[in-house]
């Protein structure tokens, strides 16, 4: 069993930043890919940002330039530091990381509990 805590949360004014951060313990070998989904009230849970085990990321088109997921595997930790933040970022983000086993991705992912981002003025 892995387990996936999410931190780092809270209320921000527009054009400030906030950094989030998901602790994995448990059966840590068993983790690939990291990444962060958001879902705001009435609609669909999101991709935010994602990581490999070897560093490579990719975005959603909406935060490229004003967000930077990275990982510290030795910590077993993955971070998502928002930067220019927005009304329309405000959501439950939530942590997420890939189930492998003997190399193959599992159907059915790891998720933590999820953080409540809010930007407003």
């Known amino acids: 069993q892995v387990q996936l805590v999410e931190s780092g949360g809270g209320l921000v004014q527009p054009g400030g930043s906030l950094r989030l951060s998901c602790a994995a313990s448990?059966?840590?070998?068993?983790?690939?890919?990291m990444g962060w989904y958001r879902q705001a009230p009435g609609k669909q849970r999101e991709l935010v940002a994602a990581?490999?085990?070897?560093?490579?990321?990719n975005y959603a088109d909406s935060v490229k330039g004003r967000f930077t997921i990275s990982r510290d595997n030795a910590k077993n930790t993955v971070y998502l530091q928002m930067n220019s933040l927005k009304a329309e970022d405000t959501a439950v983000y939530y942590c997420?990381?890939?189930?492998?086993?003997?190399?193959?991705?599992?159907?059915?992912?790891?998720w933590g509990q999820g953080t409540q981002v809010t930007v407003s003025s």
């Open positions: 448990g059966s840590i070998f068993s983790i690939g890919a």
């Open positions: 997420n990381a890939e189930r492998i086993r003997y190399g193959v991705r599992l159907i059915g992912d790891y």
């Open positions: 990581i490999t085990s070897g560093g490579s990321t």
